[in-house]
């Protein structure tokens, strides 16, 4: 039997922690420990051409050094293949995923031949061209696997604990979205909702510029006939120039010749308040602390 509780960090290992990251970390950890639950940690690195070697020990590392340890042996994605596996035929054979045979070329010239011009975070929302309805792969080889947003249900409206009251039509702002990718990495979208499942997770702790995932995943959860955790969107940090801090904008690696300092930025990020001691005095403080404000 699964503890009432269950959250998770799940980073990816394309290099060290940030101050970002750590925000995310300590926020997730704080909530497990103010709802008596489980802290787990899980190494997303399916997206192996993106993985650093040694990212994963190093972000380990990082957090020990912060006193957050996962609660339960750490997981690989990239050992997770078949579970992802399952689930793509689940979705296949309840008519939820069909095989797209679009390059990326092929996506535009469908939407400019349609006048449309759609698009998002620079990608193309993606027309529908190989839907089984419309015919198909139209003889062109597969090269990935998308999921059929179901027409008529595809508005996901849901609640966010810091952001509120949430919705996104996912079929008119995102599209069909990959499950499998051509090169046979599998899409975060479809192992993010996997393993929060087979791991029991109940409470989705993670940073605000994920927000945006998640009517993807919930959408993802119905169609397999999974729980739907609970989602909180820590805050961003922002750099001097107000730009979210990440790894592609350069983020420094957090720098923990003092763990402590480290633990007080997020904390400040997180509006805790202040607090004295060594780490595990600190965590302690915290954990009231958001106990008060978030159960
Ligand atoms: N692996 C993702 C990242 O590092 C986080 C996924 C999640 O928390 O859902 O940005």
């Given at each position: 039997m699964f503890p009432v509780y269950r959250g998770r960090f799940a980073p990816s290992p394309t290099g060290p922690l940030h101050a970002g990251s750590l925000v995310a970390a300590l926020a997730s950890w704080l909530d497990a420990r103010a709802h008596d639950g489980a802290w787990l940690v899980r190494i997303e690195d399916v997206d192996t051409p993106r993985c650093v070697p040694d990212a994963d020990r190093l972000i380990l590392k990082q957090l020990a050094d912060c006193g957050l340890q996962s609660d339960e042996p750490v997981v690989w994605q990239s050992h997770r293949g078949a579970l992802y596996q399952r689930a793509l035929d689940e979705l296949i054979e309840k008519g939820h995923a069909y095989p797209c045979g679009c390059s990326r070329k092929d996506i535009e010239a469908a939407l400019h031949s349609q006048g449309l011009k759609r698009e998002r975070h620079q990608m193309a929302v993606y027309p529908g061209t190989c839907r089984p309805e419309?015919?198909?792969?139209?003889?062109?080889?597969?090269?990935?696997?998308?999921?059929?947003?179901?027409?008529?249900?595809?508005?996901?409206?849901?609640?966010?604990?810091?952001?509120?009251?949430?919705?996104?039509?996912?079929?008119?702002?995102?599209?069909?979205?990959?499950?499998?990718?051509?090169?046979?990495?599998?899409?975060?979208?479809?192992?993010?909702?996997?393993?929060?499942?087979?791991?029991?997770?109940?409470?989705?702790?993670?940073?605000?510029?994920?927000?945006?995932?998640?009517?993807?995943?919930?959408?993802?959860?119905?169609?397999?006939?999974?729980?739907?955790p609970t989602y909180l969107h820590t805050p961003l940090v922002r750099d001097?120039?107000?730009?979210?801090?990440?790894?592609?904008?350069?983020?420094?690696?957090?720098?923990?010749?003092?763990?402590?300092?480290?633990?007080?930025?997020?904390?400040?990020?997180?509006?805790?308040?202040?607090?004295?001691?060594?780490?595990?005095?600190?965590?302690?403080h915290w954990v009231q602390a958001w106990g008060q404000r978030w159960r």
């Open positions: 419309r015919g198909g792969l139209h003889g062109k080889p597969a090269r990935a696997w998308r999921f059929a947003c179901p027409g008529n249900s595809s508005h996901v409206i849901w609640h966010d604990r810091r952001l509120g009251a949430h919705q996104q039509d996912v079929s008119a702002v995102v599209g069909d979205f990959v499950l499998l990718r051509g090169d046979g990495v599998w899409a975060y979208q479809l192992a993010v909702v996997v393993d929060d499942a087979e791991q029991g997770i109940t409470c989705v702790v993670r940073g605000e510029d994920l927000a945006d995932n998640t009517p993807r995943q919930i959408l993802l959860q119905q169609a397999l006939a999974l729980p739907v001097a120039q107000g730009e979210k801090l990440s790894k592609q904008t350069g983020a420094q690696a957090l720098d923990l010749s003092d763990p402590a300092a480290a633990l007080h930025e997020a904390a400040r990020c997180l509006n805790l308040p202040a607090a004295t001691g060594l780490v595990p005095e600190l965590l302690h």
